[in-house]
């Protein structure tokens, strides 16, 4: 879910209807039936414009005047002697008024007049701060705790501002609220806690995920019922909520005032895929089995134990294949069961969070057989060093780089809970608190090109995509060390073919000519079906190393873009905005762009662009072409 400012939203609406989906009939003069369908402005100045064909607006009384935004005609009034704290019939004042329709300037002179910031009025009994928290008028907001409002004041409902936020999704102004000081676990007269309201009032995942991400506890108790947040998702049937509870580690045994758990509350409600997710949860954590202790006892061995696991496969595959028996039955049966041994491991002792190492350890476990079947199967037929040494130097830079784009990573960007505090504050109060800016996931500024990686769930500067052959995103630090593995594991398959030809040519009789296609591959799986499973392993890595090579090569030299930047153009021009693919102001020519990529000097031949891309927020460039190329 993106964060949405309305703060330039013209919203004429009556303050007096209650939270949520409960509503309200406004007592006495109703001025809300006036005014719910205007138009949404702009600025004042289009709403003078406007205003201008609609009435003459100087016989307006001053609160009609202030929900409109007609500064003349309110400072006027007041310079005549109104009272700017004097309550209208319905206990609402001008800066009531001025709040709920976000008229900031209008905020500034009745302040300066004497108008009481924190004062209550509407059947709410809420203050100005509480109203523009409803709206979700992030820059009236900060407006208002720049004069001193005070946001841990409750309404006649017993809500705080922050409640009010999450109950309304105003993801910004949580944010804030939580930067400038208000505790996320702060409880309202109902004891409730903010994520707690999320869980029960909000269904969906947000704003509970991101409240978690504010480090709101998944296992305070309110004041009441002594339920948790995850009691208050299984009552109201919020299964995102619940989801994103238990991955955060809420505790299922816990026992509210009644003496019941969460799942005791679903089996009374009888939902039955609450019940499963429930359970679920509870058997992972009461789990006592030797090989599951084994295995999260050395939670930092899983990528061996998933690399042996793919080894042992691999073999067991290739073996099975590589039997003397002539019985293709026998052979698919012990196919079927090796596979069905496999998907039970995998499902009982791989945590999901493990799942995404599985390409990895693939491909590992695959290059570790092509070396093995290299030396014992092809060194005999073609021992020339002028294969061996071109293989082994293949070999080496494939490992090599995959370290270095492994452990080098793609450049995360990390920065302290007080940074994040001070970002929120700065840009809420700049107002350019903007997802297109500002990442709401990990709560910074990003950086010009990065982008949020929902499987890392981190923000990567440069970002290029995320590699599941390498269970780990591409970006600025580690392109260039994967396109080098890219390269070095293309000419591995490239030799390892070339290694299955010879071998097929003096080991295997074959009677193409005569008998044609089929018998041709009868005969070729026969003679050894071991070297068949090995070349299957390599047409199909070098399928996927093929594209993404030439991919990368074309975006980095032609384009000068990452897979990030090019789909979202690509998108665009789907979308009937055209941006031309090579028109971008990342684009320096095919030669500047291979200098810049690989940092090329030759002894000082070349003077590559050096940017530091976790820190980069801007560019040299004209602002249009800047503005054009913003990628999200």
């Known amino acids: 879910m993106e964060w949405q400012d309305t703060s330039s939203e013209c919203q004429l609406n009556c303050p007096h209807g209650q939270h949520g989906a409960h509503k309200q009939e406004s007592s006495g003069n109703n001025r ?32 009609k005047a202030t929900q409109y935004g007609i500064i003349d005609r309110c400072k006027e009034l007041i310079e005549a002697g109104y009272d700017v704290r004097q309550p209208d019939k319905e206990n609402v004042t001008l800066l009531h008024w001025a709040a709920i329709n976000n008229r900031t300037e209008l905020i500034k002179y009745y302040v300066s007049k004497g108008a009481i910031v924190d004062q209550l009025g509407g059947d709410l009994n809420s203050t100005p701060l509480h109203w523009a928290t409803r709206q979700g008028h992030l820059s009236m907001v900060v407006l208002l705790l720049k004069y001193g409002a005070d946001p841990s004041l409750v309404d006649r409902e017993g809500f705080t501002c922050l409640h009010l936020a999450v109950q309304f999704q105003h993801m910004p102004i949580i944010a804030y609220l939580v930067a400038k000081g208000q505790d996320v676990d702060a409880p309202d007269m109902n004891g409730q806690t903010p994520i707690m309201v999320a869980a029960y009032k909000i269904i969906g995942p947000e704003p509970t995920r991101f409240l978690i991400k504010l480090n709101a506890s998944v296992n305070a108790v309110d004041k009441v019922q002594r339920n948790t947040a995850l009691h208050w998702a ?17 505790n299922v045994e816990v026992k509210n005032a009644m003496g019941e758990t969460p799942l005791g ?23 006592s089995h030797f090989m599951l202790k084994v295995l999260k ?77 290299w030396f014992i199967r092809f060194l005999p037929d073609i021992p020339d060093s002028r294969f061996q040494i071109p293989f082994a ?7 090599y780089y995959f370290y270095k784009t492994w452990t080098i990573g793609p450049g995360y960007l990390q920065v302290s809970e007080q940074d994040k505090k001070r970002t929120v504050v700065a840009l809420a109060e700049a107002d350019c608190l903007d997802p297109r800016i500002f990442c709401t996931r990990c709560l910074i500024r990003k950086p010009l090109r990065s982008k949020h990686c929902a499987v890392c769930d981190c923000c990567v500067a440069k970002y290029d995509h995320h590699c ?28 390892m073919s070339y290694g299955i030809i010879v071998y097929w040519s003096l080991h295997c009789t074959t009677s193409y000519e005569k008998d044609g296609l089929w018998t041709f591959l009868i005969q070729i799986i026969s003679c050894s079906p071991w070297v068949v499973w090995v070349f299957l392993l390599v047409v199909f890595h070098s399928s996927w190393v093929t594209f993404l090579l030439l991919n990368q090569l074309y975006q980095i030299l032609y384009l000068g873009l990452t897979t990030n930047e090019r789909i979202s153009l690509i998108k665009r021009a789907h979308s009937g905005r055209f941006l031309g693919l090579q028109q971008n102001p990342f684009n320096h020519g095919c ?20 940017m530091d891309w976790t820190r980069q927020y801007s560019m040299g460039f004209e602002q249009p072409r800047a503005n054009e190329f913003q990628f999200v």
């Open 393 to 399: 130097l293949s070999i080496t830079g494939c490992i």
């Open 468 to 495: 599941l052959w390498i269970a780990s995103c591409i970006g600025a630090w580690n392109q260039r060390y994967f396109v080098g593995f890219l390269f070095f594991l293309f000419t591995v398959v490239a030799w």
């Open 234 to 250: 299984v009552i109201s049937g919020n299964v995102a909520a619940l989801n994103v509870l238990l991955d955060a580690g809420a």
């Open 591 to 610: 030669c500047q762009n291979l200098v810049d990529f690989f940092q090329c000097r030759c002894f000082g031949l070349f003077k590559p662009n050096q």
């Open 265 to 287: 509350l679903a089996q009374q409600n009888r939902n039955p895929w609450i019940i499963r997710c429930l359970l679920d949860a509870d058997v992972d954590r009461s789990r």
């Open 32 to 63: 809300e039936e006036s005014y719910n369908n205007s138009s949404q402005a702009t600025s004042p100045a289009e709403h003078h414009r406007d205003l201008a064909f609609m009435e003459d607006y100087s016989n307006w009384d001053i609160v």
């Open 297 to 373: 006892s050395f939670e930092k061995y899983k990528l061996l134990l998933l690399f042996l696991m793919a080894v042992a496969v691999i073999w067991v595959t290739g073996y099975i294949a590589d039997m003397e028996s002539d019985s293709w039955l026998l052979k698919g049966v012990l196919f079927v069961s090796s596979w069905l041994v496999v998907q039970l491991i995998i499902r009982r002792f791989v945590s999901m969070q493990t799942y995404s190492y599985i390409p990895l350890a693939f491909l590992s476990a695959s290059l570790f057989w092509m070396v093995i079947t």
